[in-house]
């Protein structure tokens, strides 16, 4: 069993760095850290998505720091609440998921977390799965359960208020989540959970029943989550989310696209560099630095720590060429199409340079396609693929070369 670390100032840091509120009461937690006591302390991941992303990141690292402390860490994989759909800050019903997509999403959970978490070792994470227990619940266990809760307390969430409100429906399979959430607690028996400030509700129903079934107070410890100074979060819907599976040179090039505000938060909770370090940074950006220099040394940070420190530097030349110094990429992928006209936003989606018409109609609005070094903001415009081929470029980083069949 691995050494508890009792050190005042290495658990001050873990309480303190990235972290918004401990509940129900921060002294008392640091008391029991200090005591010398081996914790067990959790985060639950949904698979959603086929990769993490950096908000995850965030969380991982917080659990990394517990394990550097001695203490007991579960990584819970959500196979079963993925099937539910958490409705958290959510104004519609998520889509249902089956059980084979959320298998086949978490495949390599475990292996993109390893980049902040150690699973081997002398205190290796533990990796659960709570469909283990909870496809073992009886209709019976459930209304049990749910005795534990009332419907005021359910309906108070934000975002059912806000749905209310606005007539929208909410579906009885989403009040079941936060007791879904709940009995993970229960079952695995830990001391914490911790996870997103957004994830407040659903960790204190865990702690609730917690307390009426193993009489148990359990804390909860929500941490910020990546934004600036103004609010503005990093997410999908912006287009700037980093999922862990990015390559190098992607992932390089979205933090350098991320607004000067994210650095010294992003710094904070999504790197592993010491505290001085980063209050240091803080000062730094304070004083009026560049902000390009440590937003580029951030980038290295983050894909070093989940591609290697040789992908990053290589990601970082890879930058340093095609954008600063405004050259294509020495090798650009390559989609072989037969002569003809295309649409030019058929053609993007034709060679993957954006998700949807939708998206494409966006870049091309905003000048953020060129053909051939020339930007087109007509959405109606029509490409020609001769013999000669042609070069796509999407923002700054972003090149498909299209050659014939």
């Known amino acids: 069993m691995a050494k508890i670390i009792t050190d005042k100032d290495k658990i001050e840091e873990v309480l303190s760095r990235g972290v918004e509120k401990i509940y129900p009461d921060a002294t008392e937690f640091r008391k029991l850290l200090l005591s010398g006591k081996r914790i067990r302390l959790y985060c639950g991941y949904d698979p959603t998505a086929p990769s993490l992303h950096i908000g995850n990141a965030i969380t991982i690292n917080k659990l990394a720091q517990f394990q550097a402390l001695g203490h007991e860490v579960v990584f819970l994989v959500g196979s079963f609440t993925a099937m539910i759909g958490d409705p958290t800050d959510k104004l519609s019903v998520r889509k249902k998921m ?214 990053a530097a290589l990601a970082e030349e890879y930058f340093v060429k095609t954008i600063q110094k405004k050259e294509a990429p020495e090798e650009i992928p390559e989609v072989k199409l037969e002569i003809g006209n295309w649409k030019l936003a058929d053609l993007l989606c034709e060679v993957k340079l954006v998700a949807s018409k939708g998206e494409a109609r966006r870049l091309i609005e905003q000048n953020g396609i060129k053909a051939d070094g020339a930007a087109i903001s007509d959405i109606n415009a029509e490409i020609k693929i001769t013999k000669r081929g042609i070069l796509l470029q999407r923002g700054k980083r972003q090149f498909i070369k299209v050659v014939l069949k």
């Open 98 to 311: 089956t059980r084979e997509e959320v298998k086949n999403n978490a495949r390599s959970y475990k292996k993109q977390a390893s980049a902040y978490l150690a699973f081997n070792g002398g205190n290796a994470a533990e990796i659960k799965k709570n469909s283990d227990w909870h496809d073992k619940l009886s209709f019976k266990d459930l209304i049990e359960l749910s005795s534990h809760f009332t419907v005021q307390q359910l309906i108070q969430r934000d975002m059912f208020q806000k749905r209310m409100k606005e007539e929208k429906p909410i579906y009885f399979h989403e009040f079941l989540y936060p007791l879904a959430q709940a009995y993970d607690s229960v079952k695995m028996d830990v001391d914490l959970e911790i996870g997103g400030n957004d994830q407040m509700f659903n960790m204190m129903c865990g702690r609730d029943l917690m307390k009426a079934l193993n009489m148990k107070d359990k804390f909860v410890m929500t941490l910020k989550i990546l934004a600036d100074e103004k609010g503005n979060k990093m997410g999908k819907s912006e287009g700037n989310a980093v999922f862990l599976d990015t390559d190098p040179k992607n992932m390089y090039g979205i933090i350098m696209s991320w607004p000067d505000g994210f650095i010294a938060p992003a710094f904070e909770l999504a790197t592993k560099l010491p505290i001085s370090e980063v209050i240091e940074i803080k000062k730094q950006l304070e004083s009026g630095v560049n902000p390009r220099d440590l937003k580029m040394k951030l980038a290295r940070e983050i894909t070093g720590i989940v591609h290697g420190v040789k992908a």
